[in-house]
């Protein structure tokens, strides 16, 4: 295969992911190392360097027109930006010391486990109660777009969605992997935010979280020019259709292609550690 | 037009004279004065509506503002890459592609600086690492607008959280390289 054809065939794979990560705001790095390391056989160093290249493209891209649309909310996700940058620190610090390995066992049980906690429906309605003094402090509300007009919401919960933005940010840190739906998972469940809002604002910080680590890949030389060029220039196109379909989808069909990609990464996951990859 | 003076006149005193008696009406009926109360606070209320509106817009400003950074950040760098990518595919398109091994990047491709070199040699991969470099960097200067934004408004709160993740940013960049 010569350096045109591959570029072609990543150039299609990238658009894809760039769909998928756009639509469930897990970033395009879900689908692009899998499909570079086990169908195209690149080594997982180039994989993760243009797979952080595909992150931070589709967050970019899907973001402005998400912001634009009303849906990712600025505040909350600057807010939370603060945990995963914590966390990236401590993580990149425990990397030295605990075992990935093992450690990848548990993230895929955890993601199986926000798979499944991302099919339980609840009203998206946010109930009665009074916003707590941080909520209205910080301003963490905002109005969505839903097909009966704009619906007001309020964050809940927001310690333990700081908390476990935190623990977002130390797995990114140590694996550079599963950022996204932590995050989703914990303005979903915890802080009780429209999905819609949850998988945008994602997408919104995803970029700050992986340009965090950009140096680091950059220095080792993780990024390779010929890669991520294909990678990028698909990454992006898949992105703004994901953000346009993402308008118009409804609610429950994202949850379950969110949960069906979960389950995929997980599994995935399971398979590398056993088979010795990541 | 005399008549109509004193008349005038008359009236005038009348006027006070009902002023006078209004005013007594006023003191008597001291009830009444709530309702002028309430309404100067709903006055006052709208007000507040009004600066919440204000800030609400302004943050409708603000998100304007940081998704056209986004997105002609992202279109600009990806300009740059179209067109070092286009080179690079005539000059190498027909070699074979090889990500088996991994070999890291010339030193050059792997520090800032050195892209810029690179690319400003003429050098297409140099020109594609650069416009990846632009990529990476739109997120940032998104975190820099934001702060520099909040610090204009005198949101305080939030000049302190995107202050920190800027440190945090710059923290992770200085310990790669310096």
Same mark, same amino acid.
């Given at each position: ?54 992150? /931070? ?39 030295? /010391? ?181 | ?26 003191? #008597?009926?001291? =009830? ?11 006055? #006052? ?8 509106? $204000? ?41 074979? %592609? ?8 010339? %030193? ?5 600086? @050195?892209? $810029? ?13 650069? @416009?990846?470099? =632009? =990529? ?6 998104? $975190? #820099?607008?934001?702060? =520099? ?30």
């Amino acid at each position: 295969m010569n350096i045109l054809e591959f570029s072609l065939l990543v150039w299609i794979g990238s658009f894809t992911a760039g769909f998928l990560g756009a639509l469930t705001g897990l970033g395009g790095g879900v689908v692009i190392v899998p499909l570079l390391t086990s169908v195209f056989g690149v080594d997982i160093r180039y994989a993760v360097g243009a797979s952080l290249v595909s992150v /931070i493209a589709t967050s970019c891209g899907a973001a402005s027109a998400y912001i634009k649309e009303g849906y990712a909310n600025l505040r909350i996700g600057m807010f939370l930006e603060v945990a995963t940058t914590i966390g990236a620190l401590i993580g990149a610090f425990l990397a030295t /010391i605990v075992s990935v390995k093992s450690l990848t066992i548990v993230l895929a049980i955890v993601l199986l486990y926000s798979a499944y906690l991302a099919q339980r429906t609840r009203p998206e309605i946010s109930d009665e109660l009074p916003p707590s003094p941080l909520v209205t402090q910080l301003r963490l509300t905002g109005t969505c777009p839903t097909p009966d007009g704009l619906m007001s919401y309020k964050a809940d919960s927001v310690p333990i969605g700081f908390g476990l933005m935190g623990l977002a940010g130390v797995f990114s840190g140590l694996l550079g992997i599963g950022s996204g739906a932590f995050k989703v998972l914990a303005m979903d469940q915890v802080m009780r935010l429209p999905f819609k809002v949850s998988t945008t604002t994602s997408n919104f910080t995803i970029g700050v979280t992986a340009a965090a680590s950009a140096s680091v890949y950059l220095a080792r030389g993780y990024i390779d020019p010929g890669l991520s060029m294909p990678v990028m220039l698909g990454v992006l196109p898949g992105a703004f259709l994901g953000a346009r379909v993402l308008v118009g989808a409804k609610t429950p069909i994202l949850r379950i292609v969110f949960s069906f990609v979960l389950v995929v990464m997980a599994l995935k996951m399971v398979y590398n550690s056993l088979i010795g990859g990541l | 037009m005399y008549q109509l003076d004193s008349e005038n006149n008359w009236g005038s005193k009348h006027l006070t004279q009902t002023g006078a008696t209004v005013i007594q009406e006023a003191q #008597v009926v001291a =009830l009444p004065l709530p309702p002028e109360a309430s309404e100067f606070g709903s006055s #006052v209320l709208e007000v507040e509506g009004k600066q919440q509106v $204000v800030s609400i817009s302004s943050d409708r400003s603000l998100e304007q503002l940081i998704s056209y950074l986004l997105r002609y950040g992202v279109l600009l760098s990806s300009a740059i890459v179209l067109t070092g990518g286009i080179l690079y595919l005539m000059r190498y398109g027909a070699e074979p %592609a090889d990500y088996r091994f991994f070999q890291g990047e010339p %030193a050059v491709l792997c520090s800032p600086d @050195g892209v $810029v070199i690179a690319a400003l040699s003429g050098s297409c991969r140099g020109f594609i690492q650069f @416009g990846l470099l =632009l =990529l990476i960097a739109t997120p940032v200067a998104r $975190v #820099v607008f934001s702060f =520099l934004a909040f610090l204009r408004r005198r949101d305080f709160a939030y000049v302190i959280l995107t202050l920190f993740v800027l440190i945090g940013l710059s923290y992770s960049f200085i310990g790669t390289y310096f």
